[in-house]
């Protein structure tokens, strides 16, 4: 592939960051986005907080209950999505003129291809340039990381924020990336890293030293993904296509349950919801995702790959119970939290 130069945007603290702008009182206070916290008994999550409110160790998935024990005195709100897409359309319409080739990931987060531009010194301008724009009309801050693929843009917005931004030529990578802990590299999450760390691997500079057959052996597909992450490898295109890679829906219960009538009358209602949003989007899945959240907070999720793409609400249901089913079977334990995800979209 050619040498090309890829940006990475993501906003900062976003959902809190559009709190604080609309009400500038907020401003130098912990602020939390999300579920009700109830003064503690609250049992949703966290969408996201400021970093005043980080410093209390308040994150985005925490449950609720435990940022309200962390810091109560924060400010506590609902989300408010209506606001924060209207937002997104704005900031993303600035965000998208600046290459022909755009790809927007996430309601804050978008790539763009600026190979044209054929030099790092005026990617940094034009960053410059897109990071003002966006402070100037919208009163937002952004990051900005740019790099010679998506995987380093990425990493690089990871590491310069909050209101940062840092270049990573490809001379560089290797300094960049060795020092950095294994799970900084997207795609290993907590159990991964838990996996490395038990044989004493811990940075990506001791990742490198384990062979692709031995991470395939440790974990799978991915572990071949994870050999090329680790040296900063990654073909990945931006693609305006890629914008919804799936779509879900899921339920807290108001209390932990194993009452059939409730679990899947709610699943019922999220299945429906699910599918509405195929219907609007006039998409096809072939993969079906249930997530179970057990007392306790024990996460877990099954899937089921068709042999052929569907939008078929019956199918759906269908399979999508048949998932559910098995968590139910698999551990007495209450349920805390049931969901579905489909993917593979067309
Ligand atoms: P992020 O970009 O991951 O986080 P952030 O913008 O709040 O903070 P920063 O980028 O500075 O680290 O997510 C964008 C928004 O998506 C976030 O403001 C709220 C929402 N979100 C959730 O609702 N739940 C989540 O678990 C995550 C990660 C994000
Ligand atoms: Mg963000
Ligand atoms: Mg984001």
New binding site residues.
């Given amino acids: 592939m050619k040498n090309r130069i890829i940006l990475h945007i ?8 559009i709190e604080e702008r609309e009400n500038p009182r907020f401003k130098g206070k912990p602020v939390v ?2 579920a009700d916290p109830k003064k503690g008994r609250g049992r949703g ?5 400021n ?1 005043e409110a980080r410093k209390y160790g308040i994150h ?2 925490l449950p609720i209950s435990l940022a309200f024990k962390a810091c109560p005195e924060a400010i506590f709100l609902p ?1 408010n999505m209506g606001l ?1 897409k209207k937002v997104s359309e704005k900031v993303m319409n600035i965000v998208t003129r600046y290459s022909k080739i755009w790809e927007v990931v ?4 978008a790539y763009l291809d600026i190979s044209f531009l054929s030099s790092y010194k005026k990617a940094e301008n034009l960053a410059k340039k897109l990071k003002n724009e966006i402070l100037k009309k919208e009163k937002l801050t952004s ?1 900005i990381g740019i790099g010679p693929n998506k995987l380093i843009a990425k990493m690089a917005t ?1 590491k310069a ?2 209101n940062g931004f840092l270049i990573v030529k490809p001379d560089q990578i290797k300094k960049f990336l060795e020092p950095l802990d294994v799970q900084d590299l997207p795609g290993i999450g907590p159990k991964t890293a838990e996996k490395l760390r038990v044989i004493s691997i811990n940075k990506v500079k001791e990742l490198k030293e384990l062979s692709r057959l031995k991470l395939k052996n440790m974990f799978g597909v991915v572990g071949g993904k994870i050999y090329e992450r680790a040296r900063g490898s990654d073909e990945g295109e931006v693609s305006p296509e890629e914008i919804i890679k799936s779509i879900g829906k899921e339920h807290t219960f108001e209390e932990d349950t194993r009452d059939p009538k409730v679990i899947f009358g709610t699943f019922d209602k999220i299945i429906k919801g699910v599918h509405q949003e195929l219907f609007d989007n006039k998409f096809s899945f072939k993969t079906i995702t249930v997530i179970c959240r057990y007392q306790g907070f024990e996460t877990h999720t099954k899937s089921k790959t068709l042999e052929e793409s569907t939008h078929n609400l019956e199918i759906l249901k269908k399979e999508s119970k048949r998932l559910l089913l098995k968590f139910l079977i698999e551990k007495p334990k209450l349920i805390r939290l049931i969901g579905v995800r489909v993917s593979h979209l067309s």
């Fill in positions: 993501d906003m900062d603290y976003f959902f809190a960051q986005v999300g999550v966290v969408s996201t907080a970093y985005s998935a989300v924060y996430s309601v804050d987060e990051t990871n924020k909050p």
